[in-house]
């Protein structure tokens, strides 16, 4: 039978759920926990409620991911990793998912470079809930280095930093753009790995 697969989550916690087609609740697979610390999977199983926005972006297909993965790489709470696993599993090209999704985070990531850019610090400091303090060490690391560490905007807690940073250096904007995607492939094509070999654990 049909397995439908949804996400529900904010930017470093999210939870998957499946659903086997007519089957009328939903079972918590796994949550998938990223911090500071690394990313842990945790297996359970239980009734859940879904979050209907993720729901509508998963029923979106590659535009939804798209969608979900500019607002995880924008200044907005959001997880799109699971929500690129959801789609896969339901039939979409794997190919395209994955490009859709880099393509999505690189944009929103690049809203972070574009506020950098604009160097309003009262609205980073504001809206991003980054302190001044934080983008002056940034930028004193990356000095020297240049657009190719946008590759690294990524990372929980400092990618944010790096990619105001480098817009505030006034960093080539392609370059920052290329490096930004290349590394946000490499992660989302991890992510991917780490949870097909999670889900191939429960069938």
């Known amino acids: 039978m049909p397995i439908i697969l949804v996400t529900y989550g904010v930017k470093h916690i999210s939870r998957t759920f499946v659903r086997i087609d007519k089957q009328q609740t939903f079972k918590s697979v796994f949550h998938l926990y990223i911090n500071s610390n690394g990313c842990t999977i945790h297996f359970e199983y239980m009734d859940a409620i879904i979050d209907s926005v993720t729901q509508i972006l998963i029923d979106w297909g590659y535009s939804g991911l798209f969608i979900s993965a500019l607002l995880a790489g924008s200044v907005l709470p959001f997880s799109s990793e699971l929500v690129l696993f959801a789609v896969i599993h339901a ?19 690049m809203t972070c470079y574009l506020l950098g850019h604009l160097g309003k610090i009262e609205w980073i400091e504001k809206y991003m809930k980054v302190k001044k303090e934080k983008i002056d060490k940034m930028q004193q690391f990356l000095h020297g280095k240049g657009a190719l560490m946008a590759f690294f905007a990524f990372l929980p807690f400092f990618g944010e930093v790096i990619s105001i940073a480098l817009g505030y250096m006034r960093s080539n904007v392609w370059l920052t753009v290329a490096s930004m995607f290349i590394g946000k492939l490499v992660r989302y094509l991890v992510i991917l790995y780490i949870l097909n070999s999670a889900y191939e654990m429960l069938i």
């Open 91 to 109: 039939g979409l090209n794997p190919i395209g998912c994955i490009i859709a999704a880099t393509t999505g985070n690189t944009v929103g990531g």
